[in-house]
C-alpha cells in the first residue's frame, strides 16, 4: 500500500466556520483548522498536514492573498466571500428583472481591484429584447456581453472560451442562474448541488461559496446571491475609479478633485446633459459615491 501523504498544499474549496474543504491535488480534504486567529475563504492557498493517516487533516498556515472579494453582512461590516479571484463574472436574467445599479457596483468593484468582469446574460432563452439598451451602454463601455442558457445551453461553449484560465467568481441577484451555470460548465459541480439548501420559500439557493475546477487551471467559483460589496479602505476617488466613462471623461473638469456632484465647470454632467454619459449609470456613480462616503463615516 502506498503511504498516505501527511503534508502538503491545496485550495480551499469551501469554508464552513471552524473548517474548509481542501482540494488537495486530486483528493479533497475535510481539515480543521490550528489556531483560532486563522480566517480562510473559498480561494485561499493554504498548507495542510495529517499527523497520522486516521486522523483529520489541519490546515495551520495559509499564503498571503492577491486579493479579497468582500460583501457587507447583516450588520453592515465587510465579510471575505473569496480569495485570489481573476474576473468577476456579473450575471442578470430576464427574471429577476436586472437591478443595473447593483451591476454597476460589481463592475466598480472589480476595476478598483483591478479583476477583470464580464456581463453574463443567462436565461436568454427567455428573450433579451427589454435588456438590449442597457446592454448597448455597457457593451460601448467595453464591459463583455455574453447571452447565454445554462438550461438550452446556448452560448456555454463561447462562455466556456472566454472562462478558460484563472478563476471566475460569478456574482449577482439571487435566482438569476449562477449555480446552474456552474453545474454546466464544470464537469464535477454535477455532484455538489446536494449542498444546495432551501429557504423559506422552498427554493434551493446557494448559502456558501463553493469552487469547482474547470479545464487546466481555470476554476469557477459559486457564491450565494451577494447582496453588497464592501468599499475598499480608500475610498477617494474609488467610485469615479469603478465608472470607465466618468474616469476619462473626469480628466477634463475644471477641478482636479471634482466629485461631479454640484462643482462648475464639471465635464461629466455636461456629457450627462448631452447624453455622452448614460443618465443611469451617472445616477449609480452619484449612489456609489454616497454609499462608500457612508460606509467611511461608521
Ligand atoms: N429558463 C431558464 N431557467 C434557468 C436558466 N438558468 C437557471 N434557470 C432557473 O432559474 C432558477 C434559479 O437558478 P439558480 O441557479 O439556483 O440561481 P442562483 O443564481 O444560483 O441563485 P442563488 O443561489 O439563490 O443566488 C432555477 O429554477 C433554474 O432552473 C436558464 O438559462 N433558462
Ligand atoms: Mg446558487
Ligand atoms: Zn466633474
Redo the contacts with the bound molecule.
Keep these: 500500500m502506498v503511504a498516505e501523504r501527511t503534508s502538503g498544499q491545496g485550495v480551499v474549496l469551501a469554508s464552513y466556520g471552524r473548517g474548509v474543504l481542501v482540494q488537495a491535488g486530486s483528493a479533497t480534504l475535510r481539515c480543521g483548522l490550528v489556531g483560532r486567529k486563522l480566517r480562510l475563504v473559498c480561494g485561499d492557498r493554504v498548507n495542510w498536514r495529517r499527523a497520522a493517516a486516521a486522523d483529520e487533516a489541519s490546515v495551520d498556515t495559509a499564503e498571503a492573498r492577491r486579493n479579497v472579494i468582500e460583501r457587507i453582512d447583516a450588520r453592515g461590516r465587510p465579510e471575505p466571500v473569496a480569495a485570489n479571484i481573476d474576473r468577476l463574472a456579473i450575471?442578470v436574467?430576464p427574471?429577476p428583472s436586472p437591478d443595473w445599479f447593483l451591476v454597476d457596483r460589481y463592475w466598480a468593484g472589480a476595476c478598483n481591484k483591478d479583476i477583470g468582469a464580464v456581463l453574463l446574460i443567462?436565461?436568454?432563452?427567455?428573450g433579451t429584447a427589454p435588456l438590449q439598451a442597457e446592454l448597448d451602454t455597457y457593451r460601448g463601455l467595453g464591459l463583455p456581453c455574453l447571452e447565454?442558457?445554462?438550461?438550452?445551453t446556448?452560448g456555454m461553449e463561447a462562455l466556456g472560451s472566454a472562462l478558460q484560465s484563472g478563476v471566475t467568481l460569478?456574482v449577482?441577484?439571487?435566482?438569476?442562474?449562477?449555480?446552474?451555470?456552474?453545474?454546466a460548465l464544470a464537469p464535477e459541480a454535477a455532484a455538489q448541488t446536494a449542498e444546495?439548501t432551501r429557504?423559506a420559500e422552498g427554493?434551493?439557493?446557494?448559502?456558501t461559496a463553493r469552487w469547482y475546477r474547470l479545464a487546466g487551471d481555470a476554476a469557477i467559483i459559486?457564491?450565494?446571491?451577494?447582496r453588497d460589496f464592501a468599499p475598499p479602505a480608500s475610498i477617494v476617488r474609488a467610485a469615479e475609479r469603478g465608472f470607465v466613462e466618468i474616469h476619462s471623461t473626469g480628466a477634463s473638469c475644471r477641478f482636479a478633485d471634482c466629485r461631479h456632484f454640484e462643482e462648475p465647470g464639471c465635464a461629466v454632467r455636461a456629457a450627462v446633459a448631452e447624453l455622452r454619459i448614460s443618465p443611469r449609470r451617472y445616477e449609480s456613480y452619484r449612489r456609489l459615491t454616497r454609499l462608500y462616503e457612508d460606509l467611511g463615516r461608521r
Excluded: M, W
Design positions: 450575471v436574467a427574471e443567462n436565461k436568454q432563452d427567455f447565454i442558457s445554462a438550461v438550452s446556448a460569478l449577482g441577484q439571487s435566482g438569476v442562474g449562477k449555480s446552474s451555470i456552474v453545474n444546495l429557504d427554493r434551493h439557493t446557494t448559502t459559486d457564491a450565494p446571491g451577494v
